[in-house]
C-alpha cells in the first residue's frame, strides 16, 4: 500500500487508538484478577473500555477512528487470553504460550483489522477505501479468488504498508504423480544435501550484507538520540534488514516449489532449531532460517498432494552407512568424507540424506501414512516478491543464491 501524507496521519491514529484500547484491556482484567474480582466477560470489558471510555475527556478521541477497529483490537485480546488458557490447562499442544503483554507504539509491527461491518470497498480503479482514512493505492500481488471478508493494515519497521486479506479459497488441485522420493539433509556449508546427490549452496544473506548493515548501525550509533537524523537512521537499518529476509524468503519458496514438484515424497530431519540458536553458530542457523523453509515444504505438499514427514532429530544419519547399515563412531565436524568397513565410500550429507530418505519411507510404511488433501492456509507473512529479488539458478554444487 502507499497512503498518502494525510492517510498515513490517520492510519498512525487508527494504530494508536487500537493499542490505547488493548492495553486498557489488558489493564482492566489484571486489576480485576489483582483484587480478586470475577474474570471480566467480553461484553462487559467492550462497554467499559469503548463505550463508555469514549464519553470521557481522556478518551474523547476515540471517536476519530472506526469503531471496528477498536473492536477488532479487544477480540485480539480475547484471542490471546484465550490461546493462554488453553496453553496453561493443556488444551494447546506445542510450546506454552505466554499471557498477553502490553502493545507499545515503538513496537515493529503495527496492525489494525477491518472486518465486513466497516464497509472498506475495493474500487473499480483497484484503489482500497478504508472508512476514516480514504481510497489508498494499492500494487496488488495476486487478484483475490472472492469476496474478502476481512483486511488486516500492517505497517512494518521499514515503514512499510500492506493489505492482508481473508478470502475463502477452492482446494488446490494436486499435481500429477511421480516415482521420485527425496531426502534432504540440511546444513551450514551446503543449505540443503539431497538424496540424489544435488547439493544447494548455502546463500548466506545476512552474511553478504553484513558490511552495508554495519556502515548503517555505526551511523544510527553516531546520531543523537530523540533527533529527527536518528529515526531516519533508524528506517535505513530497518529497510536493510526487510531486504533480507524478502530475499531469503523469496528464495526459500522458490527453492521449496520446486522441490515439491519434483518429488512425490520429500522427507527431512527434525532438527532442533531453537537448541542450535543457542550455541556459538546461533547466527549461521537464524541466516540459513530452516525451520521458515521446512514449513514451506510440510503446507506446499499438503497442498499439492505430495506426501512429508519428520525424521526423529536423534536418528544416527549421518554416521549410518548407507550401504550397510552399519553406525560408525561419532565425526567431527570437519570430516566430510569417510570410509565404512564394509568398503563403501560416503560423502558426508549424501549419506545422511540417503538415511533421512530411507528411514522417512521405513516410517511411513510401518504407520500406513497415506496422503490426504486438506484444505492448508496460506504460509505465514506469504506476499508476492519483486521478480528480480533473487536469480534461481541450478549449476553443478547445486542451486545457488544469484
Not at 492482508?164 to 546444513?187: C, K, N, Q, Y
Not at 550484507?209 to 556502515?215: E, S, T, V
Request: charged residues 25%; proline residues 4%; glycine residues 6%.
Amino acid at each position: 500500500m502507499y497512503p498518502t501524507p494525510g492517510q498515513q496521519i490517520e492510519l498512525a491514529k487508527a494504530f494508536g487508538c487500537a493499542r490505547v484500547v488493548f492495553n486498557d484491556g489488558l489493564r482492566v482484567r489484571q486489576e480485576a484478577r489483582e483484587q480478586g474480582l470475577p474474570y471480566v466477560s467480553d461484553g462487559e470489558l467492550s462497554q467499559q473500555v469503548i463505550t463508555q471510555a469514549k464519553k470521557t475527556e481522556a478518551r474523547a478521541w476515540l471517536g476519530e477512528v472506526s469503531a471496528v477497529v477498536l473492536q477488532q483490537a479487544l477480540a485480539d485480546l480475547n484471542t490471546a487470553y484465550r490461546n493462554f488458557f488453553a496453553s496453561i490447562s493443556g488444551k494447546r499442544k506445542g510450546r506454552k504460550v505466554a499471557p498477553p503483554r502490553f502493545r507499545s507504539r515503538k513496537d515493529n509491527r503495527q496492525a489494525i483489522r477491518f472486518t465486513a461491518n466497516a464497509r472498506y470497498k475495493i474500487l473499480d480503479n483497484r484503489r482500497l477505501r478504508l472508512p476514516k482514512i480514504g481510497d489508498v493505492e494499492v500494487r496488488w500481488s495476486r487478484p483475490l479468488p472472492s469476496e474478502p471478508s476481512s483486511v488486516t493494515i500492517i505497517r512494518d519497521a521499514a515503514g512499510r504498508y500492506f493489505a492482508s486479506f481473508v478470502v475463502t479459497t477452492t482446494a488446490d488441485e494436486p499435481l500429477p504423480e511421480t516415482d521420485s522420493e527425496v531426502g534432504i539433509d540440511l546444513g551450514l556449508t551446503h543449505f540443503a544435501v539431497l538424496s540424489d546427490g544435488t547439493k544447494v549452496a548455502a546463500p548466506k544473506f545476512l552474511r553478504r550484507a553484513a558490511r552495508k548493515l554495519k556502515r548503517l548501525q555505526q551511523d544510527l550509533f553516531r546520531k543523537q538520540k530523540g533527533s529527527a537524523n536518528r529515526k531516519k537512521a533508524v528506517v535505513k537499518v530497518a529497510r536493510a534488514h526487510a531486504r533480507v529476509a524478502d530475499t531469503r524468503r523469496d528464495w526459500q519458496h522458490k527453492l521449496s516449489t520446486t522441490i515439491t514438484r519434483e518429488n512425490q515424497a520429500v522427507y527431512v530431519e527434525d532438527l532442533c532449531v531453537v537448541g542450535l540458536g543457542r550455541t556459538r553458530l546461533a547466527k549461521s542457523v537464524h541466516d540459513a532460517g530452516w525451520a521458515s523453509f521446512i514449513a514451506m515444504l510440510e503446507y506446499k505438499a499438503a497442498r499439492y498432494g505430495r506426501t512429508f514427514a519428520r525424521v526423529d532429530r536423534f536418528f544416527p544419519s549421518t554416521r549410518m552407512c548407507s550401504d550397510c547399515g552399519r553406525i560408525n563412531n561419532k565425526m567431527a565436524l570437519n570430516v566430510r568424507s569417510w570410509d565404512c568397513p564394509c568398503g563403501s565410500h560416503h560423502d558426508r550429507d549424501v549419506n545422511a540424506a540417503i538415511n533421512v530418505r530411507a528411514a522417512g519411507q521405513a516410517d511411513l510404511n510401518a504407520r500406513g501414512a497415506h496422503v490426504r488433501l486438506t484444505s492448508v492456509p496460506a504460509a505465514r507473512r506469504e506476499t508476492g516478491t519483486h521478480p528480480d529479488a533473487t536469480r534461481h539458478t541450478r549449476s553443478v554444487e547445486g542451486i545457488s543464491a544469484l
